[in-house]
Nanobody, 123 residues
Framework: QVQLVESGGGLVQAGGSLRLSCAAS????????MGWFRQAPGKEREFVAG????????YYADSVKGRFSIFRDISKNTVYLQMNSLKPEDTAVYYC????????????????WGQGTQVTVSS
């Protein structure tokens, strides 16, 4: 089992940047597909970005391509989400998740979730 703790959320103006961190404990995160999801008020949770176990290939939702970047530091057992050129529509609670399976973008494929961190982008 793996435990995930997110940090780095906050309030930022449109056009600004934030870096979210997801620290894993209990297991090495290279054993899992790691993903970031977000949920805005009144909306369903949606996929943002994912990184697979081997090779580190990355995947992004169309809405964040070119602005967000997911990467990991194996030595720190941490995965990050670098968010640039933030927009008010990026406002949401962001969740880190780990999956033992092979599907990157489906939340139902993820076994472990962090508690979430709030990101608010003001216009």
């Amino acid at each position: 089992q793996v435990q995930l703790v997110e940090s780095g959320g906050g309030l930022v103006q449109a056009g600004g940047s934030l870096r979210l961190s997801c620290a894993a404990s209990g297991r090495t995160l290279s054993d899992y597909i790691m993903g970031w999801f977000r949920q805005a008020p009144g909306k369903e949770r949606e996929f943002v970005a994912g990184i697979i176990r081997s090779g580190g290939s990355t995947y992004y939702a169309d809405s964040v391509k070119g602005r967000f970047s997911i990467f990991r530091d194996i030595s720190k057992n941490t995965v990050y989400l670098q968010m640039n050129s933030l927009k008010p529509e990026d406002t949401a609670v962001y969740y880190c998740a780990a999956s033992r399976w092979t599907t990157v973008s489906s939340s139902s494929a993820y076994d472990y979730w962090g508690q979430g961190t709030q990101v608010t982008v003001s216009s």
